[in-house]
């Protein structure tokens, strides 16, 4: 089965330009201004823009263990709506995906439910080194430098040492120095106010995690990435290390600020904390300058009866799955950033970070994930339509322009105009670490 999508403006590695792109069973066939390839079914995208699937590599979809809040199934028919194709999700589930055996069941739960592609990275406990060393089928290592949401820290320098010394996978990193941390809330002991929040998880505790983390890779020549970056002191230590490591934003840490918790309150609770207006523009900078390289979620849902207790019982994390791509487009639609730029962070880099097999790219060859967007579509985000188990959204209430319309994943139509094909299922992603990441 052949299937043409032509009249759509289509972006490129190196071009944007008006072309036909031929899907054939899981691949994209042909790429052409006047394709030639005879095709069995015929899509016109006039004034449509064709993007590769989106790519979001740091996710949390609560499976197993936390169902009451986010599941596989819940969360991919999401991904489907946001023109999300691929997701890498993160281990603190309960149980924790820290063996190999725990890896191999997320993955074959995730072959039953998931309508889009998908991933997982195994997380390190600190005593589970020969896991780590034996781990396959991963896009790499996730270590939290200081605790977040359930019980996954690692703080020992000891045991820091012998991970980055001792494996090979990719590593990644949540860093909020955990002293810091503990020191602020003990000062704010008693507080109510979730804006204190922000002095606990502050600046520092950001800023002290990420040298740490930076030290560690870079004395053991380890691959790390560093994940939702939040301040602008992060930005400036990442042009020290420009080339050797690789690093990425959260829309939420770029659209909200402190001055947000006002309006949203709990619903804005997140770790890494909101920072400044300021630590917004730093960021936006890091990525126009290419110091980020990545724009992902850490789509982090809990029901809003949860969300709505008071601070500090409140927990930390907000969905965003759904909207991310809207959210940039919009962003773009405002002058911020261009669609080349969005398709660089939200596509491309996060392909190569992980050493994706086939993914991230238009291009003959490469898996037909491919999102067409309407870049003049104007469209409100509501509660009431989340496909998000939890269905609520910090950004409900916002007209947002700019949003995919349809979406394959593997050649298979699995969203269009609000409607998603639960028949469909994605796959295991594929990576090759000897392509050696982003800068490799
Ligand atoms: O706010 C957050 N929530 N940050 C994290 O790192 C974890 C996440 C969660 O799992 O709830």
Redesign the pocket.
């Known amino acids: 089965m052949r299937t043409l999508i032509k009249n759509a403006t289509v972006v490129l590695p190196t071009e944007t330009l008006r072309a036909g792109v031929v899907i054939e069973g899981q691949k994209i066939a042909e790429v052409d201004p006047a394709p030639q390839l005879r095709v069995d079914e015929t899509i016109d995208a006039l004034g449509l823009h064709l993007i590769p699937g989106v790519i979001d590599d740091q996710v ?1 979809f609560r499976e197993p263990g936390l169902t009451h809040k986010e599941d596989i199934a819940h969360a991919s028919r999401a991904c489907a709506k946001g023109g999300v194709t691929t997701f890498l999700e ?1 281990p ?1 589930t309960k149980p924790t995906t820290t063996t190999c055996d725990r890896l191999a069941d997320k993955l074959t739960l995730a072959a039953g439910e998931s309508r889009v592609n998908f991933g997982f990275y195994i997380g390190a406990t600190g005593a589970n080194l020969l896991e780590l060393k034996a781990a396959q089928r991963s896009p790499g290592i996730k270590i ?1 430098i200081g605790s ?3 019980d996954l820290l690692v703080d020992e320098q000891e045991a820091l040492e012998h991970i980055f010394a001792e494996t090979t996978l990719p590593i990644c990193a ?1 860093c909020e120095d955990e002293a810091t941390v503990r020191a602020n809330a003990a000062r704010l002991a008693g507080t109510t106010d979730v804006a204190d929040h922000s002095k606990i998880r502050d600046h520092a505790a950001a800023f002290i995690a990420t040298k740490r983390a930076f030290d560690l890779a870079r004395r053991h020549r380890h691959r790390f990435h560093l994940l ?1 970056v939040s301040t602008g002191d992060e930005v400036d230590l990442l042009a020290d290390h420009a080339g050797l490591l690789t690093a990425e934003a959260c829309p939420h840490h770029l659209l909200f600020s402190t001055a947000d918790y006002a309006r949203l309150g709990t619903l804005v609770q ?2 890494p904390s909101l920072k400044t207006v300021g630590d917004n523009e730093k960021i936006w900078q890091g990525l126009r300058d290419g110091l980020l390289q990545v724009v992902a979620t ?1 789509h ?1 849902p ?1 029901t809003l009866e949860e969300k709505l207790l008071p601070y500090p019982q409140s ?4 969905p965003a799955v759904e909207n991310s791509l809207a959210l940039m487009l919009d962003q773009a639609s405002r002058g911020r950033c261009t669609l080349r730029q969005i398709v660089h962070w939200m596509c491309e880099a996060p392909a190569r970070v992980w050493d994706f097999v086939d993914k991230g790219r238009i291009e003959p060859g490469y898996d037909a994930d491919l999102v067409l967007v309407d870049l003049n579509k104007e469209q409100q985000v509501l509660n009431g339509e989340q496909l998000t188990k939890c269905r609520w959204s910090p950004w409900h209430g916002e007209t947002l322009r700019g949003w995919p319309v349809r979406t394959w994943v593997l050649g298979q139509q699995v969203f269009q105009d609000g409607r998603v094909d639960d028949s469909v299922r994605g796959q295991e992603a594929r990576f090759d670490h000897s392509l050696g990441g982003y800068w490799g």
Do not use: E, I, Q, R
């Open positions: 949390h993160m603190n939290f977040s949401t359930g949540h939702h997140m770790n850490d982090a809990h927990p930390s994390g907000l």
